[in-house]
């Protein structure tokens, strides 16, 4: 059985973790972003479709997981 002190590092250390793979998310959709937008006009609309829909199922995951 985990000690009281070892919960409570963990839940300080949550939201830093949350935080590193939000930005490292964040900078591979940019990356997409700038790559399909040199592609193209037809190319980049269908990407925002793509990635929305992408986007939207992680912030289900996100919720369902928060909700446990």
Known sequence: MPSLSADALFGLLLPFWQLVLGVAVLVFVLGAAVKLA?????RMNTA????????????AIGVIAASR
Do not use: D, E, H, P
């Not at 040199?38 to 037809?42: D, N």
């Open 38 to 42: 040199g592609r193209g006009r037809s």
């Open 48 to 59: 925002i479709v793509v990635t929305g829909t992408a986007l939207l199922g992680l912030m």
